[in-house]
């Protein structure tokens, strides 16, 4: 095993990846957090009704990165094989599937919202809040697919600034329309939280148009005619889904699991789906770091495989999962203090707020296994093609322990808030384990672009 911090070379092309990336997340989390805030001065059943209406965006921003990170796998190793004729099938292949799971979200939130709601509440008041965010929200999907396929595949290859500047651009006009259309500013009635919905369907509108003009006219890697980006074939979407679907099974099942968590809450009581909800987005907006990180050295470990580089590949994998951890560290500390500021800036009953600060101290307990986790998940398994295994090892603990007791605790013995959230959290020193073995055991390492030759 290399020493830790002898190769700057990696450390700087890693950074130069992921700090674009996790600028990104930041400024979508800090959009998302603005939100959560300005809503929160409306009450604690608005705050709740965001955060569920959220949960169906989150079901299906977790379809579409599910397609992608699979799409991703492929692109990284062109990238490194210099296959740009590939690269940009695959982006075609990926635009395909996800406009049909765009199509499928918008109809569903247009037509059965209340349905859906009522999986996480049984709360009617909380259910038609949402069931009006939703509609007024479901205009958003089209645009944001096309997005998401844009901003990996230029990620993938290494052009990450037309991103960030495209997620700026969006989210700041998502921030100033937030506050104009909630409480309504100038020729603007207040909207309450469908406000929310309408800023976001305008940004997100605004975020695809930069991310397809720029790629155009600059003639970006992605840049490829109807013809090229359809050309795919059903041997080639074959050999993709082989790869792809446990990677999309994967994300699905996880996200089912998240959503499961909101359900154990939401069912608990409001407070503690506030709670939950504020949590979700103080961990967001720590957590981008290490997102970051996993997709950054995703990129630096798939590019090596296409060219056959697999000793630089693993010595990459090695480093990364013994940084993360050590950084993850700083990390959980900005946690603390945090939690100290929420009745500063939530106007939430006491429960909630001595609730939340409660998760927000067991959230930082957690960061060192989820950062190992995150990269052995994102940067190591799946840019080595390992994803039935990655698959694996990121659900079947959390469906077979972690959210069995949790159910078993906040519906048979009545357990607090913080306690369920602890037991939530318990999969991810679990999963570390199986990480460690399966890194150790060097079989996550696969070349799979070999098959489409």
Not at 11 to 18: D, G
Not at 61 to 88: E, P
Not at 150 to 172: G, M, N, P, Y
Not at 254 to 267: C, D, E, M, P
Request: net charge positive.
């Amino acid at each position: 095993m290399p020493p830790l911090f002898d190769d700057r070379q990696f450390y700087r092309n890693l950074f130069t990846l992921a700090i674009p990336i996790m600028l990104q997340n930041l400024a979508h989390t800090l959009v998302s957090t603005l939100a959560t805030v300005t809503v929160g001065r409306l009450g604690t059943v608005e705050v709740a009704a965001v955060g569920l209406g959220n949960q169906i965006f989150f079901l299906y921003h977790v379809f579409l990165y599910g397609i992608c990170s699979g799409g991703a796998i492929f692109t990284a190793q062109f990238w490194g094989n210099k296959d740009i004729a590939g690269i940009r099938k695959n982006m075609g292949f990926c635009i395909t599937l996800n406009l049909v799971t765009a199509t499928i979200f918008t109809l569903a939130t247009l037509l059965i919202p209340e349905k859906l709601i009522g999986v996480y509440s049984r709360d009617q008041e909380l259910i038609k809040a949402v069931a009006a965010y939703l509609r007024a929200f479901s205009p958003s999907f089209a645009p944001y697919a096309i997005s998401m396929v844009f901003t990996l595949t230029l990620r993938s290859v290494e052009k990450v600034r037309l991103a960030i500047v495209a997620t700026v651009a969006a989210v700041s006009l998502n921030a100033f329309l937030n506050f104009t259309f909630i409480f309504g500013r100038g020729p603007f009635p207040a909207m309450g939280i469908q406000g929310v919905a309408l800023a976001t369907v305008i940004s997100r509108l605004v975020e695809a148009a930069i991310l397809v003009s720029v790629t155009y006219s600059r003639k970006y890697v992605p840049a490829g005619t109807l013809r090229e980006l359809f050309s795919f074939d059903r041997h080639y979407a074959r050999h993709c889904l082989r790869i792809s679907l446990p990677v999309i099974i994967q994300e699905i099942i996880w996200s089912l699991g998240v959503t499961t968590q909101n359900i154990i809450f939401g069912r608990t009581d409001t407070n503690a789906i506030a709670a939950f909800t504020i949590t979700a987005q103080a961990s967001q907006l720590t957590w981008v770091l290490f997102v970051g990180l996993a997709n950054g050295v995703a990129v630096l470990i798939g590019k090596k495989i296409g060219e056959r580089d697999e000793n630089t590949a693993r010595d990459y994998a090695s480093r990364i999962v013994r940084f993360a951890p050590i950084l993850s560290l700083g990390a959980a500390f900005v946690l603390f203090p945090l939690s100290r500021l929420l009745p500063s800036i939530f106007n939430l009953t006491p429960q909630a707020l001595l609730t939340a600060s409660s998760m927000f101290v067991i959230l930082g307990c957690s960061y060192p296994f989820r950062a190992f986790n995150i990269c052995m998940i994102v940067g190591v398994c799946r840019a080595g093609g390992d994803t039935i295994f990655c698959a694996f090892y990121d659900i079947v603990i959390m469906w077979l322990v972690a959210l069995p007791l949790a159910a078993l605790a906040a519906f048979k013995l009545g357990a607090p808030a913080w306690a369920i959230y602890i037991i939530i959290l318990m999969d991810e020193p679990l999963k570390a384990l199986l990480g460690i073995w399966r890194f150790r055991s060097g079989k996550w390492l696969h070349n799979i672009i070999g098959g489409l030759r």
